[in-house]
């Protein structure tokens, strides 16, 4: 199985907000996954940037 089928990214996001109750949570996402971290709460920050060749965007949640 590939880390996509296992929720691997699912697991992170909640073992951050488990590690850092009632913290913000920064993060620089690839643009493409912007949907996939929404749906944890987390809201865009500013524009879409270049980091190595790929659009990425700020986002934050304040989870927990």
Not at 25 to 40: E, M, P, T
């Amino acid at each position: 199985p590939t880390l996509h089928d296992v929720h691997a990214g699912q697991a992170l996001v909640a073992q951050a907000a488990r590690l850092h109750p009632g913290h913000p949570i920064k993060i620089g996402a690839q643009a493409h996954l912007q949907r996939f971290y929404s749906r944890f709460g987390f809201k865009t920050v500013g524009d879409v940037y270049d980091e190595d060749e790929i659009s990425h965007i700020h986002m934050v949640s304040a989870m927990g």
